[in-house]
């Protein structure tokens, strides 16, 4: 029995309509699971090794979270028991185990996110796939929109009240980390090498002057997620993107 409910209607980038070959992501989110023996055996010893060194419980259990919904997905699309599927996840920056986690030899593709109390992973087949979730109820002074918005964008959130400002921006934020975090180099690509469509349109990348986002072949969706968060989606392809995002029950 498989423990989610698919949200009613799935959203579609807006090319989606055209005739053609899309790429079809699955998003699923939790809340944080409970430590309990039913979820951590289904940590191999790298993870657990993981799962000890956080400090704080909540963090512990968002890792974990993430591990429990990521192996229920791989173990359904490919066969097997949860317990079985393991990860590499040896991060390309210094080999140790906390890089994104992939599955040797499949072509399913996943991407895991966190943020307060909701844990999401996106898996898709066979093209980079990037997830970020953030939580809504975070302000957006002006330092932080000079530091991380590229000038177009800097524009569109000028002279909006500071709730709307903190709104725009993460919506701008969750694009920026997800289409970084499909390349694989997360935030070592610069904030405003990249220029998204407004905020209140359409996820677009409109623009880019880093080599490893070209908007030609990069294609990305803004997230329901829950009241208390925002999130994106974004995948490195030309097709336009079908998204079905699911909630776990527990
Ligand atoms: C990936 C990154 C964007 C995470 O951002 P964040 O908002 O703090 O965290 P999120 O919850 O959205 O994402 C964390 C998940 O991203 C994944 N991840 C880790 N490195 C990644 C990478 N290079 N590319 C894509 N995903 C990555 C992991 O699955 C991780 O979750 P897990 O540890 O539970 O498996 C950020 O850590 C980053 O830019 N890392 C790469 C660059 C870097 O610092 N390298 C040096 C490390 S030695």
Redesign the pocket.
């Known amino acids: 029995m498989v423990p989610f409910t698919a949200f009613r209607g799935r959203q579609t980038t807006p090319d989606a309509g055209k005739i053609g070959r899309v790429t079809e992501i699955v998003v699923r989110w939790s809340e944080p699971l409970l430590a309990d023996e039913r979820h951590l055996k289904l940590l191999d010893e790298p993870e657990r090794g993981?799962y000890d060194a956080y400090r704080l419980e909540i963090d512990r259990r968002?890792?974990l979270t993430?591990?429990v919904l990521a192996k229920t997905l791989v173990a359904e699309r490919l066969g097997g028991t949860a317990e079985s599927v393991r990860f590499d996840?040896t991060?390309?920056?210094?080999g140790?185990p906390?890089?994104?986690?992939r599955v040797p030899g499949a072509n399913l593709v996943l991407?895991?996110?966190?943020?307060g109390n909701l844990i999401g992973v996106a898996a898709t087949d066979g093209v980079p796939v990037?997830?970020?979730?953030?939580t809504a109820n975070r302000k957006a002074d002006a330092s932080l929109v000079d530091y991380a918005l590229s000038p177009p964008e800097r524009e569109a959130v000028a002279g909006l009240s500071d709730d709307e400002r903190a709104a725009a921006f993460f919506v701008y934020w969750t694009r920026k980390?997800a289409v970084?975090?499909?390349?694989?180099?997360?935030?070592?690509i610069p904030l405003q090498s990249i220029t998204f469509s407004r905020f209140d349109a359409p996820a677009e990348l409109v623009a880019s002057t880093d080599a490893a986002l070209d908007p030609a072949r990069t294609r990305l969706a803004d997230l329901k997620a829950t009241e208390g968060h925002r999130a994106a989606v974004a995948a490195l392809t030309a097709e336009p993107l079908v998204v079905t995002e699911e909630h776990w029950l527990p």
Do not use: N, W
């Open positions: 993981r968002r890792f993430g591990r996840a991060c390309a920056d210094c140790k906390h890089g994104r986690p991407s895991i996110s966190h943020s990037g997830l970020d979730v953030e980390e970084m975090k499909a390349t694989g180099k997360g935030l070592k």
